[in-house]
């Protein structure tokens, strides 16, 4: 049971800091609260339509905010960080706020309830339910519904997708509660699927035909007449292939021959040795006779 009141008190203490921002930072446009515990502390996002007026002159009215997060509420080192709402109009809390205070100006409750379905939907939303209830037009209670669009009520989308402000409007005859709900634009209920189209290369590339329903070959044709005019294509393109390998082979052939030989150098024949001139006898003198004989 610790456990349990732990959470509840804690809760408790989140709702109380809630009500408290709604009612300093109604000028600015109260458009939300969100706080985290930390290890450095709590930190405290508030969300507004002028953070301007929030962070006030040289941060005093910030100042006493996270004086007051800490010692009226308890919270551990509280660091309060402003943030401005882009569009308002898709605000639930904010929308809430400013339907009160048209009820409280002097608005009858269908002209404003009417006026803020369409600003709702002029800023693209989904959807938008408004719900006023209290003493309308007579003495007693009764409620209004102006509704526009896609409204979840249960589930996912709901958890997700939709967004919920609740504000009061004070009047003479009493209280009036405006409740406002908005889808977002964004929001992608379970119904809606969307179809890839296939790339352009995959549209190219033709599918193969299942053997349980061929593709290519009509109804009337059995399936042996397919048969044969398989394997002529198959035979087409062989011849082809062989006619382009031997064009190949003939173009490789004549650049061959048309390269000219190089020249070969014959080798010098080599020269005899010269034989070593011999020297004739020269024929003897004859002899001259001796004068004595």
Not at 7 to 28: D, G, Q, S
Request: overall charge positive.
């Amino acid at each position: 049971m610790a456990g349990e009141r732990k959470f509840v008190t804690e809760n408790i203490r989140r709702v109380l800091l809630k009500e408290y921002f709604m009612k300093e930072v109604k000028r600015a446009g109260f458009g939300g609260i969100d706080i985290q515990r930390t290890p450095m502390g709590t930190r405290v996002t508030l969300l507004t339509e002028r953070p301007g007026l929030v962070i006030g002159r040289r941060g005093s009215t910030i100042k006493m905010l996270t004086e007051a997060v800490e010692f009226k509420f308890k919270f551990d080192k509280p660091q309060i960080e402003v943030i401005e709402v882009k569009n308002p109009n898709l605000n639930a809390q904010i929308m809430a706020e400013k339907l009160a205070a048209a009820l409280e100006r002097g608005w009858h409750f269908r002209r404003a309830g009417h006026s803020t379905v369409r600003r709702i939907m002029g800023a693209k939303a989904r959807g938008c339910q408004i719900i006023i209830s209290g003493k309308l037009t007579g003495n007693r209670h009764r409620m209004e519904k102006f509704k526009e669009g896609h409204i979840k009520f249960c589930g996912d989308p709901k958890i997700k997708w939709m967004e919920e402000g609740f504000s009061v409007a004070k009047l003479k005859a009493g209280v009036i509660g405006v409740k406002v709900q908005i889808m977002h634009p964004n929001a992608r209920l379970p119904d809606e699927v969307s179809v890839i189209k296939p790339s352009a290369l995959a549209a190219q590339v033709e599918p193969e035909a299942k053997p349980s329903e061929p593709a290519d070959v009509p109804a009337e044709k059995p399936v042996e007449d397919v048969k044969p005019e398989k394997t002529e294509k198959k035979g087409k393109r062989a011849e082809k292939k062989a006619a382009k390998a031997e064009k190949k082979k003939a173009d490789a052939k004549e650049k061959v021959e048309e390269k000219p030989a190089p020249a070969v150098k014959e080798p010098k024949p080599a020269e005899e040795p010269k034989a070593a001139p011999t020297e004739e006898p020269k024929p003897k003198a004859e002899e001259k006779p001796k004068e004595g004989d």
